[in-house]
């Protein structure tokens, strides 16, 4: 789940209060919604509740839930060339002894976000994977956003991130890559480059890939059907800004440097879980990336679902308790399925 900031709650009074007041009226909305015969209710109650205080938070302060916690213990490893958060914080050495190593790209278009805000989903991905014998442990890499700088400064960071990852004796057979929205394609941009420039580099075990944002040209996705379905509210508006500030100077929007999905070759990677809500407003975006995955020869594992929300396979409260756990079991199974 992101993470909420209360800090940055309390240094916004105002919004703060625009967002309980304005949320409280769409929670009523959403209620009235269920007493009015044949109405079309692609979320359930639960979801349309949370859709409600999700979509406003993000309209008028994302930093409540993409920043990082005023409050945390998660150890920084800063290195030259890109910075990371471990959790559970351990030595290095003991990333030799995980079953898995879970490299996290974070999403929020590369435009925002910080790779903590899903602190409390990386601790229970840890957490479910004990309970089962298992020892992961997640790192979390910060990326420089596309405020700061331009593509490719974002792949730059992901590759010394990796080889650093590499160079502590971690055997890529226990190296997984997983990423949300946008932190999915910075992955399989990331994995394309080295196919192509680095053959010699060692791909990961597997890929994990949640609500994966593929083409940021945004030409498919926008005026969505499932605007009604998803928090993503302004979605339309910021697909555009954010392939703006992220794409090279003298680029066109639609230069397959940012958007996996317009690479022509997309072979050689390594097997993909991709998680998706066929109601979700990307959600085409996966459909399109599993099918040319298959047909290049990919091994992709689909989780997809409906009635859920972009980045469900996150957890609550995107979603609800029981597709939580629906989404851990499937992701640790798929994990542990490839990892050696």
């Known amino acids: 789940m992101p993470s909420i900031n209360w800090a940055e709650v309390r240094s916004s009074p105002l919004k703060s209060l625009k967002i309980v007041f304005t949320a409280t009226f769409q929670t009523f909305v959403a209620l009235f919604r269920r007493l009015i015969p044949f109405t079309s209710r692609p979320l359930g109650l639960r979801n349309a509740i949370a859709r409600a205080w999700l979509g406003i938070t993000f309209v008028h302060n994302a930093k409540i839930l993409y920043s990082e916690p005023s409050s945390h213990h998660a150890q920084k490893i800063e290195e030259p060339g890109f910075t990371t958060f471990v959790i559970p914080t351990t030595k290095p050495a003991v990333l030799w002894g995980a079953d898995a190593v879970v490299l996290f790209e974070h999403g929020g278009g590369m435009i925002m976000g910080h790779p903590l805000q899903y602190l409390d989903t990386y601790e229970r991905w840890v957490k479910e994977a004990s309970k089962i014998g298992k020892k992961i442990v997640i790192l979390a890499l910060q990326y420089p956003l596309s405020t700061a700088e331009k593509w490719p400064a974002q792949r730059s960071h992901m590759l010394a991130f990796y080889k650093w990852v590499l160079a502590q004796g971690v055997s890529p057979s226990r190296i997984v890559m997983s990423g949300d929205s946008a932190g999915a394609d910075l992955i399989l941009l990331t994995l394309l480059h080295i196919r192509d420039h680095e053959p010699t580099s060692p791909m990961p075990a597997c890929l994990a ?37 992220l794409r090279p100077a003298g680029t066109r929007p639609d230069t397959p440097e940012i958007s996996a999905l317009l690479v022509k070759d997309v072979s050689g990677l390594p097997p993909q879980l991709v998680s998706y809500s066929k109601t979700e407003i990307l959600g085409s975006d996966s459909v399109r990336w599993v099918q040319r995955s298959r047909q290049a020869g990919g091994d992709v594992t689909e ?20 597709m939580q756990a629906q989404s851990d079991e499937v992701l640790l199974n798929f994990i542990f399925k490839y990892v050696k």
């Open 303 to 322: 989780h997809a679902t409906s009635g859920e929300m972009h980045t469900f396979s996150m957890g609550w409260p995107i979603t609800g308790s029981r």
């Open 209 to 245: 890939l949640h609500s994966p944002w593929l083409d940021l040209t945004a030409t498919e996705t926008t005026n969505s059907p499932h605007y009604c379905s998803d928090f993503l509210l302004e979605y339309d508006q910021g697909a555009p800004v954010m392939n703006e500030y």
